[in-house]
């Protein structure tokens, strides 16, 4: 431990690193409590497994067709605000199955991804770091991203929090009442795709679901209202993203894999406690 | 000025592909009654509900609420939604719920205002719920969240009130206070509720309206063996609520 406390002070990437994780941890506690108690977890795995094929198709035009400005992270964020919208428009629409609906999404996505990537030229190890994340990889371009997506979710959050509190818990009574509910249904799944994104940069689109949602799942065993539920979120997701980017230094272990267990051995452990 | 009825239909049709649920409805409900909407499970309950909310559009004929298509006069319109339909351990205390029902009076960007807070903190003294407006919902009884639901319903001033089986999920005493308060309520508005469980009926309600597929209305004095049983066919069981019973 005292050893990657070292390794921060000198190196930059690790700087980086750790920013990016707190970063992400603001946005996550925010839209990760909204995820949960409106109950579209499922709908969240499946926007993140549709990033796949923004990415894939990113880095394809990128490396085949010298497309130099469509990197993979603006790919990852047009395709999880499509996936968003699709989703949900189906959603709305159709009478569909949802769980079905987001399955062939979900499977689809990757397709995507997985066809454009293996068409691209040394697709490899991008492959790995979408999938899994490479938090040490983060740029200070990625940090500006990011920063900024953060400022917008907090910005909106802070603003609707109480429209979109009332679409979580009763959405039929919210649209009786004059709120134009379809369009904060919209825009609480837009808001989870940029969080969606934001934290594929820290432990990729496997894993991602962990991180959006277990923190405000533990949060939500001890706070009985949204807004200290989505601050002690926050905090936990950025305490455990620290501690896991900390553990994982010295062994040279995926910093990804060691927050998402440290998360979920911690999610455990409260679900054993009492509720209070 | 000819007085406005809070809930007026006119020859309504209304069908699901080319099952026809609703047929040739007429209703007018008038200011000030205490109205019961009853009839079997798919006799039409909820889509008639439906229609008066806005959430369903009449194929055939009109329906008026305060003289208004239903998106519009629904602001005048208090409602209660079925007891299943929502989450009992989201996080949010009983004001907090009731604040809800401020939304589309209050302002759109930011949050509730004092003045919100003040409307939500009389509703819920109005339902017998000041002393636990901090307390989360998960925290509240059955009977507690449905008051908390009504002061919702409640906190826009409303002149109509309408509930969706506000009592399936509650014993018989605190069945019968929920009935106490809306009767108190009904002093100021016109108060409507659906309801698959016709027992109390006779005890509260003047107006009974029967929904199966056609839309039958009688004062509660005439309800009897007859219409119950063409209504819901010969094998019910009725249960008399005698006035007496009340303060047992």
């Keep these: 431990m005292a050893e990657f406390f070292q390794a921060l002070?000198?190196?930059?990437?690790?700087?980086?690193?750790?920013?990016?994780?707190?970063?992400?941890s603001l946005a996550c506690g925010i839209v990760g409590t909204y995820v949960v108690t409106r109950r579209i977890t499922y709908l969240a795995g499946g926007i993140a497994h549709c990033v796949l094929g923004g990415?894939?198709?990113?880095?394809?035009m990128q490396v085949v067709h010298g497309w130099a400005f469509f990197d993979p992270l603006l790919g990852a964020l047009l395709a999880a605000l499509a996936a968003a919208f699709i989703i949900g428009w189906v959603n709305i629409r159709a009478k569909e199955r949802m769980d079905t609906v987001i399955s062939a999404f979900w499977g689809m996505g990757m397709a995507i991804g997985i066809l454009f990537i293996s068409k691209t030229p040394g697709y490899g190890e991008d492959m790995m770091s979408y999938l899994f994340g490479n938090i040490l990889l983060i740029t200070p371009r990625d940090l500006t991203i990011i920063a900024g997506l953060d400022l917008f979710i907090v910005a909106i959050a802070l603003l609707f929090h109480k429209q979109l509190v009332a679409v979580c818990y009763d959405e039929e009574f919210a649209r009786l009442r004059g709120i134009k509910a379809s369009f904060f249904y919209f825009?609480?799944?837009?808001?989870?795709?940029?969080t969606v994104v934001l934290l594929v940069s820290i432990v990729g689109i496997v894993m991602v679901i962990v991180l959006l949602t277990l923190p405000a799942a533990i949060a939500g065993r001890f706070c009985q209202?949204?807004?200290p539920m989505m601050a002690l979120a926050a905090g936990l997701c950025a305490l455990l993203t620290t501690s896991g980017l900390a553990l994982s230094y010295t062994p040279d272990l995926p910093a990804g894999a060691t927050i998402i267990m440290l998360v979920g051995i911690v999610y455990l452990i409260t679900t054993t406690l009492k509720r209070n | 000025m000819k007085p406005v009825h809070p809930i007026q239909i006119e020859n309504l049709n209304f069908s699901y592909g080319h099952i026809p649920v609703l047929e040739q409805a007429n209703l007018s409900i008038f200011d000030k009654d205490f109205v019961c909407i009853v009839g079997p499970n798919g006799g039409g309950k909820t889509t008639l509900l439906k229609l008066l909310l806005g959430l369903l559009k009449p194929q055939e004929g009109t329906v008026l609420v305060f003289g208004e298509d239903p998106e519009v006069g629904r602001k005048w319109m208090g409602y209660l939604p079925q007891y299943a339909s929502l989450d009992a351990k989201f996080p949010v205390t009983a004001l907090d719920v009731v604040l809800m029902g401020r939304l589309g009076i209050t302002r759109g960007i930011g949050p509730y205002r004092k003045r919100d807070r003040t409307a939500a903190l009389d509703m819920?003294?109005?339902?017998?719920?000041?002393?636990?407006?901090?307390?989360?919902?998960?925290?509240?009884?059955g009977?507690?969240?449905?008051?908390?639901?009504?002061a919702r319903a409640l906190v826009s001033n409303p002149k109509l009130l309408l509930l969706d089986e506000p009592t399936s999920s509650l014993d018989d005493y605190v069945e019968r206070e929920l009935y106490d308060l809306l009767q108190e309520?009904?002093?100021?508005?016109?108060?409507?509720?659906?309801t698959h469980d016709i027992s109390f009926v006779s005890s509260y309600v003047e107006t009974v309206v029967c929904v199966n597929r056609q839309v039958h209305v009688h004062p509660t004095s005439e309800v009897d063996e007859n219409i119950i049983h063409s209504m819901y066919g010969e094998h019910v069981h009725?249960?008399?609520?005698?006035?007496?019973?009340?303060?047992?």
Excluded: C, W
Excluded at chain 1, 55 to 60: L, V
Excluded at chain 2, 124 to 141: E, I, N, T, Y
Excluded at chain 2, 238 to 248: C, F, K, L
């Design chain 1, 225 to 227: 209202r949204m807004g």
């Design chain 2, 185 to 194: 309520l009904n002093k100021d508005m016109t108060v409507v509720v659906v």
């Design chain 1, 55 to 60: 990415m894939g198709f990113a880095r394809y």
């Design chain 2, 143 to 150: 009977g507690q969240r449905q008051r908390v639901l009504i």
């Design chain 2, 124 to 141: 819920l003294d109005r339902v017998g719920m000041a002393q636990l407006a901090k307390r989360p919902l998960a925290a509240l009884s």
């Design chain 1, 9 to 24: 002070l000198q190196h930059t990437f690790l700087q980086h690193a750790l920013l990016g994780g707190l970063l992400a």
């Design chain 2, 238 to 248: 009725m249960v008399r609520h005698d006035q007496e019973q009340q303060h047992g």
């Design chain 1, 187 to 194: 825009l609480l799944l837009a808001l989870t795709a940029l």
